[in-house]
């Protein structure tokens, strides 16, 4: 088993086409180098964390964090979100996410409600890391 370096950055999604649109920023999800968003950009959605609500955010990390189960998909968590809302009715696509010891997997990657696999993960993070990295995404 490989494990996988998990960081995040900040960005922002500029919206050309709708230009009542607010620009929304985001924790990107950077794996082994790699942005998350990018790599799943045709689905038009953005990370789950960043520029919300204080609470919003909070809730957010205590799901990626596993301190509860998300009350519709229980131990899977919205990874990409409505970039609009993040409200899950516009889409998104959510990952199941385990702790095993000092390790957390996000593996069987989903759009929606299961409508269709996505072929990417499962990716191993070591436990001390991945939750210094999802805590740091907290913003006021």
Not at 52 to 63: D, L, V
Request: proline fraction near 5%; aromatic fraction near 16%; charged fraction near 25%.
């Amino acid at each position: 088993m490989q494990f996988h370096h998990l960081s995040t950055e900040v960005r922002q999604r500029f919206t050309t086409d709708e230009p009542h649109l607010e620009n929304v920023k985001f924790s990107d999800f950077i794996i082994d180098g790699y942005s998350l968003h990018k790599r799943l950009e045709k689905y038009d959605l953005v990370p789950s964390l960043g520029d919300n609500t204080k609470e919003y955010q909070e809730e957010m990390i205590s799901y990626f964090l596993l301190q509860k189960p998300h009350p519709l998909l229980w131990y899977r968590a919205p990874i990409l979100v409505c970039p609009e809302c993040g409200d899950l009715g516009c889409g998104f696509i959510s990952a199941k996410l385990d702790r095993k010891d000092n390790l957390v997997i996000w593996s069987d990657f989903y759009k929606d409600n299961y409508q269709f696999k996505i072929n990417i993960g499962p990716f191993y993070f070591r436990w001390d890391q991945y939750c210094e990295v999802i805590k740091s995404t907290l913003t006021d």
